[in-house]
């Protein structure tokens, strides 16, 4: 796999997915119903951020990393 996303990209979806998934552990009015999928928003974001690569990028052919 080739990464697909840069720096910036990453930064953003990481703490975007760290939010999300703070908001799905919380005890807030109205969280029970959307904690299971925010959470797996959130982990999912962390996730790609963490590996630089996005699989919903490939049918739109959208690559934020620099090209060398």
């Known amino acids: 796999m080739k ?8 930064g953003i979806r990481a ?7 703070g908001y799905a ?6 969280a029970e119903t959307m904690m299971v999928p ?3 928003v959130g982990f999912v974001f962390v996730l790609t951020a963490l590996i630089g690569w996005c699989p919903a990028y490939l049918p739109f052919g959208i690559k934020t990393c620099k090209m060398k």
């Open 3 to 10: 990464k697909n996303m840069g720096g910036m990209d990453r």
């Open 15 to 21: 703490v975007v997915g760290l939010g999300l998934m």
């Open 38 to 40: 925010a959470g797996i």
């Open 25 to 30: 552990m919380s005890n807030l009015p109205g």
